[in-house]
């Protein structure tokens, strides 16, 4: 995730290693302590089947076999992707049982809030997750010729303090990690989970009743809209670059109220029509900035300055030293961009800011313009 607005990400042209979800290692780890219940031998790796076909191989990080309980941990690999989770040991402990349970040990947290595909109440263990060890172990029960009967107990070694740098206290799942992963395998900054947590975001909101959100592009517009309106961080969605992800998604799952807030740089982009706001799918247009200076009244050779700049800082400080109302222009044709794409069913305000989190344009609700 980005630090700050208008910062440019990571960029590496070399081919990036995949690495395994946390659902992905909890799998495995509850096979290898299956088996052993089974068996009574402690294994030294294991190899499971994923959504996918795919058997990939996991070495045992450390197993123990206790009686009538057997617990098998797992260290999460995810390859080149920054997951927060990398490096994460992930244990499961397993006994037998009447039928197939779930239930969270530390570190892993629990459902507090509705608009999850799980129930209040639950452990933060997702559905994907769940299929995917049931298939596994089942496959263990059968080639024994027996019914398939355990608690599995997933646990993450300093899963709550992990957590804390996740979506998961906004989203209302407490006390730890969730257990995630629908195929299983860790593609290197992929934009699907980033989308998939701002459409958990919406649908939390939606759920908890919460009428008024903001979609910020970084920690500046975040910390900024915050202080402003005093939201709570359910309130808050991490919209990232993900512009035309998170109004489509807004589209078919309303708010009555969005607050989009973001440095100058990503709003000129999205105001000139780009969706994805990504420094490498999107650019600042200085010829656009310069002809909106224009309609705002700018004199011609501070528009060419303009013109000739090639960065978004640059641009706002020729717009501090001559006074230009500059943002308040972009977030206006941003807001027409915007309401457009979620067909008019959300109504939408713009906050622009500079790297320092000063307010440099503003336009409001469409309901609150007098």
């Not at 290692?25 to 030294?44: E, N, P, Q, R, V």
């Not at 730890?176 to 934009?191: A, E, H």
């Not at 067909?343 to 344009?361: A, C, M, P, T």
Request: glycine share 10%; proline share 4%; charged share 20%.
């Amino acid at each position: 995730m980005q630090n700050s607005d208008d910062t440019e990400d990571f960029d590496d042209r070399r081919e990036l290693k995949r690495g395994w979800t946390t659902g992905a290692c909890a799998t495995a780890a509850a096979k290898a302590a299956y088996i052993g219940l089974l068996t009574g031998k402690l294994l030294g790796e294991v190899e499971i089947t994923l959504p996918s076909g795919q058997t990939p191989v996991f070495q045992i990080h450390e197993s123990q076999l206790n009686g009538d309980s057997v617990m098998v941990a797992i260290e999460k690999d995810a390859g080149d992707d920054p997951d927060v989770t990398h490096g994460a040991i992930i244990r499961v402990s397993l006994k037998k049982a009447e039928k197939l349970v779930f239930t969270a040990g530390a570190g892993v947290g629990t459902v507090t809030k509705p608009g999850l595909p799980l129930a209040v109440g639950e452990p933060a263990i997702n559905p994907a997750p769940r299929q995917m060890i049931e298939d596994n172990l089942r496959t263990v029960a059968d080639t024994a010729g027996i019914e398939l009967g355990v608690e599995v107990e997933i646990s993450v070694d300093d899963g709550e303090a992990i957590a804390e740098k996740t979506w998961n206290p906004r989203l209302g799942i407490l006390g730890g990690l969730s257990i995630l992963g629908t195929t299983g395998i860790v593609i290197p900054y992929s934009c699907s989970a980033w989308i998939a947590s701002i459409h958990q975001g919406i649908d939390v909101a939606r759920a908890t009743n919460i009428t008024h959100v903001a979609a910020c592009t970084g920690k500046t517009s975040e910390k900024a809209a915050t202080e402003l309106y005093g939201f709570e961080p359910s309130a808050i969605l991490d919209m990232g670059d993900f512009a035309g992800g998170t109004l489509k998604y807004l589209r078919t799952h309303p708010i009555p109220k969005v607050t989009i807030a973001s440095g100058f740089g990503k709003l000129s982009k999205l105001a000139a029509g780009h969706m994805d706001l990504h420094s490498k799918r999107s650019q600042v247009d200085p010829q656009f900035l310069a002809k909106l200076a224009a309609e705002d009244g700018a004199p011609s050779d501070i528009c060419d300055q303009i013109a000739a700049e090639n960065s978004a800082g640059a641009i706002m400080e020729i717009m501090e030293k001559n006074n230009l109302t500059l943002g308040d222009h972009v977030a206006s044709i941003a807001q027409g961009i915007a309401l457009k794409e979620v067909h008019n069913n959300v109504d939408i305000e713009v906050l622009v800011y500079d790297r320092r989190g000063n307010q440099i344009g503003h336009v409001p609700f469409k309901g609150e313009a007098g």
